[in-house]
């Protein structure tokens, strides 16, 4: 096998994988690469999904994944799947109860939590943070 065969087999090979998401069961696998809005079992779940959708651009470029928790599913921008126990997961871990809404820095710590949904808070409360302020920097 010669050397460009190789190249294009390597290629090929991390295109198949190297783009699909591991199965998430902890928020700590998102640690130091996305901010994390929670929002659990808030009855103005249709209005906060759009919401959150009609800011799309906005919360992309705060590197933010947003899950929004019911009794039966989990509605999120996140692009892989996740684990049979990842919401009771992440409720006990963070001790969010229902109907509040939490922000969850970088660092893996609790920066934020609301009792509604105030997507321009959360923006600022983004904002201020250093790493933030770097990040819009460059």
Known sequence: MNNF????????SSLAYGHQPA?????AALQWDKRIVVVNEVQSQEAILALLEKNKSKIDERDMVWFVFTDS???????????E???????????????KIMLIGKD???????????LEAIFSEIDAMPMRQNEMLH
């Open 85 to 99: 126990d990842f919401v009771a997961h992440t409720k006990d871990r963070y001790q969010i109860k229902p109907g």
């Open 23 to 27: 199965v998430l069961s902890d928020l």
């Open 5 to 12: 065969t190789k190249l294009m087999l390597l290629l090929l």
């Open 108 to 118: 893996g710590g609790v920066k934020f939590l609301l009792d509604r949904m105030d």
């Open 73 to 83: 599913k989990v509605e999120t921008n996140y692009q892989g799947s996740f684990s």
